[in-house]
């Protein structure tokens, strides 16, 4: 019979987390109704500028990143310029960036559970600060050897 109650409490609690108790109490109100309260997150606009202006350093820098990689096949010694290694880190920060802001509006969208889209959303910036890091790291000791 103890174990029954745990089972029910651990229910209720992961309820809780999700936020799914809170939209049964309302649950007489239409969706309209609960949706005009809600407002705007206040954040999608620059959200928005942000993933664009990314995708076009993205799409300008790409063109970079092949002549690039067709100079290393051909010379290995282009590879030790200053201006290779910034444009290379450049280059990925960008890309991590915009895949950070596109996962985390999937993220958004489609997980309900409070609890675990900010579990999601914290270890998507870890993962994202730290392969950033270790490339960056990378790219600078392969490219001063």
Known sequence: MDSGYRLIYLDWFILDLCGIEEGMKNSMKSYLAKAKGAGSAGYGSGHWL???LTGLFLALSTIWLIIFVHDI??????????????????FMIAAF??????????????????????GLIIFLQFFSIITVTAFIVAVIYIMTL
């Open 97 to 118: 960036y915009h895949s950070y802001l596109g996962m985390q509006v999937i993220i958004e969208d489609y997980i309900h559970c409070r609890a675990i889209r900010l």
């Open 50 to 52: 942000y993933q664009r």
């Open 73 to 90: 096949v051909a010379s290995p010694g282009l590879s030790s310029i200053l201006s290779n290694i910034v444009m290379l880190s450049l």
